[in-house]
């Protein structure tokens, strides 16, 4: 009987901590210098005004290389600088079912990915004001890839 109790306890320790330790992981925690991520609908209009790009981020809810790139990537100086001088940065769930307004029409999340051509997350898309695509890019980018990419499609839509 006291054996039992013993195990018993032992392994409710066990799995407090483990528990504990799990959802400590799965906590979002505040990036700093992070983008102002707007929504898709502002940037939109805020685009033909000021006559800038937009950059979609097209992410999944779990996506290791998703998580990477809001981390180590979005908030470095250098992609920071272009993006705060040249683009408006959007953020989409891929797998959402969160209607948003894009062109007038009222569509899905998972919708508008498709429509942009994602295949796998992240995908990144630069669009112009009307919705046209500049340039996009499957997967992981590192910080010069990525600032790479954004000047590239910046020169592409001069």
Request: glycine letters at 6%.
């Amino acid at each position: 009987m006291k054996r039992s109790i013993i195990i018993g306890g032992l392994i409710t320790v066990f799995l407090a901590i483990f528990m504990f330790f799990a959802f400590r992981q799965v906590t979002p925690q505040e990036i700093e210098n992070a983008p102002d991520w707007v929504p898709i609908e502002e940037a939109s209009q805020k685009a033909v005004n000021d006559n800038r790009l937009i950059l979609v981020d097209i992410y999944e809810v779990g996506c290791r290389f998703c998580r990477a790139m809001d981390r180590e990537v979005y908030p470095s100086p250098s992609v920071r600088a272009v993006l705060d001088r040249e683009y408006y940065p959007v953020k989409i769930n891929g797998n959402s079912e969160t209607t948003i307004q894009f062109q007038g029409e009222e569509i899905t999340q998972k919708e508008f990915a498709a429509a942009m051509g994602a295949t796998a997350f992240p995908f990144t898309v630069v669009i112009d004001a009307d919705g046209n695509i500049i340039d996009r890019r499957r997967g992981y980018m590192d910080v010069v890839g990525l600032t790479r990419f954004l000047r590239d499609a910046t020169e592409s839509a001069l």
